[in-house]
Each structure stands twice: as structure tokens, then as C-alpha cells.
């Protein structure tokens, strides 16, 4: 399991970012101030950190300039209030490999996460994603399951595709409103349900073992269930 350190010190947001990178299935550890971080920073523990600026006892940039002294290349993404262009180009010259300003979406958190996460591991972006008999493909559009064409509309394929990316791992209805239909508030519709629901007809009806499924009052989830 992937392991991010979050260094942030306003907790409400710590709380979200921790439980949001629980539910997409990174391990996470979280301190409230510099000194710590930075300690914990330079364990090698950690594949990713994410920085807030201003933090008690030591702030984020001055943690990135020692990791970065200390020739540690953990990735880190600045997650901070600092919104000018010089403030952020000052951060990716401090180290930084990324930069979020405040307020943030999770989704985009966690894409800008996954991202920087493959590319350093040098990971080649595959052109397939597949779970068991299902698969799609990520240049024609294609889906197949059990060797039968499925079509989909494209909004059903970016929420198959969003299920697939994170199958086995439950994704809230927010976290598919932000990701498939890029909406950061709640419409106060049913669009999600209505979606699954029809993209769950196209891809489990005539098959034995349905691999969408509702997880009663967290979301959804594509997986096998024994």
C-alpha cells in the first residue's frame, strides 16, 4: 500500500484529506506542525507528501529546501492558501513538485496524488484497464465483457472507467459528482444513481457475477463479491 504523509495544520482538512485518501486506498500519517513533519518527511517511510506552507514551529518551505538538501526525493505536493504566480512558482522552486491552492477539491487532490505518484515511478500509463472478464479501453472507448461488446454512452464510460481505476475500493457519490460530472457542489438530483443504475444494467445483466455494487450510505464499488 501506497504511503502519504500529510503535514497540514488546520484539521478540518486534514480530517477530509485523510479519510478521502483512506476510502482510495493510500495508507496516511498526519502531524500539525513542521518539526515533526520534517522529521517524518526524512524517514523514508513515505512515498508522497502533501505540505501546507504555513505551519507552527517550522513552515513547508523551509521543509522542502532541508528534504531537498538531504538529496531525499520524495515527491510533494504544496497544498497551501498562497494563491499569486510568484508564490506558487517560489514553492516549485523551493522543491515542490506540485501546487494546490485553497479551497481544493478532493478529486483533484487525489488525481494530482496518482499522477505525480506515477511518475515517479516511472509507471507507463496503461492504454487498458481490465477486472476479471470486464475491460475497457481507454483509446477506442471500446468495453468489452466476457469477449461481448458493450456500448456506452460517454458519460457511462467515464464513470466505468472512475469505478475501474479504483475497483475494490468504495467511491462516494461526491467524489463521482467531482470526478465524472467535475460538479464541486451537490445538485440536489439523482443523476449519480440514475447513471449506475443504467450502467449497471449494461455491464452485469446476463452475466452470473454482477461487479457494480452499492455499499448502502458510503457509494459504490466494482468488484467480484464471493
Known sequence: MMKILLIEDDQVIADLICKGMREAGYGIDHTDDGVTGLSHALSGCYDLAVVDL???????????????????????????????????????????????????????????VEALLRRSS???EPTTIAYRDLEIDLLSRGVVRGGKKIDLQPKEFSLLEYLLRNQGHVVSKTMIMERVWDYHFDPGTNVVEARVSKLREKIDKGFDSPLIHTVRGLGYVLKEQH
Not at 538538501?69 to 510533494?76: A, E, F, Q, S
Not at 499569486?84 to 494546490?100: P, Q
Request: hydrophobic share 40%.
Open 54 to 112: 504555513m505551519l507552527p514551529k517550522l513552515d513547508g518551505l523551509s521543509i522542502i529546501d532541508l528534504v531537498r538538501r538531504r538529496k531525499v526525493n520524495l515527491p510533494i505536493i504544496i497544498l497551501s492558501a498562497k494563491r499569486s504566480v510568484d508564490e506558487r512558482i517560489s514553492g516549485l522552486h523551493h522543491g515542490g513538485d506540485d501546487y494546490l491552492t485553497k479551497p481544493f477539491s478532493f478529486s483533484e487532490l487525489l488525481a494530482r
Open 122 to 124: 516511472n509507471v507507463v
